[in-house]
């Protein structure tokens, strides 16, 4: 299995950015599939876990739920096993503790379908 530690959350201001980074350690040889991925998802108090994006490893694609298409942005650094998530023009609606994922999922945004979770980190914007 996959231990993952996400870090980089924190208070920032509407407007503002934040880039969350998430380390892979244990069985990462995995990541040469072809199926294996890394999401991010987000979880608000009272709310359902959704998701927010997803990276296939080895191909690079990636997927953006429409919530954040075009202010938030999935990466991986293949040496450091590690994926991050830059997150511009936050707002309100943002904030949640958002959580790393890995696995082999069919479909990159469904939370069920991913094996190892990290234990989240806090991101919360102020209006």
């Known amino acids: 299995q996959v231990q993952l530690v996400e870090s980089g959350g924190g208070l920032v201001q509407a407007g503002g950015s934040l880039r969350l980074s998430c380390v892979a350690s244990?069985?990462?040889?995995?990541?040469?599939?072809?199926?294996?991925?890394m999401g991010w998802f987000r979880q608000a108090p009272g709310e359902e876990r959704e998701f927010v994006a997803a990276i296939r490893w080895s191909l690079g694609s990636t997927k953006y739920a429409d919530s954040v298409k075009g202010r938030f942005t999935i990466s991986r650094d293949n040496a450091r096993n590690t994926v991050y998530l830059q997150m511009n023009n936050l707002n309100a609606v943002d904030t949640a503790v958002y959580y790393c994922a890995a696995g082999t999922p069919y479909d990159t945004s469904v939370a069920l379908v991913y094996d190892s979770w990290g234990q989240g980190t806090q991101v919360t914007v102020s209006s």
């Open positions: 244990g069985r990462t040889s995995g990541r040469t599939s072809s199926t294996f991925a």
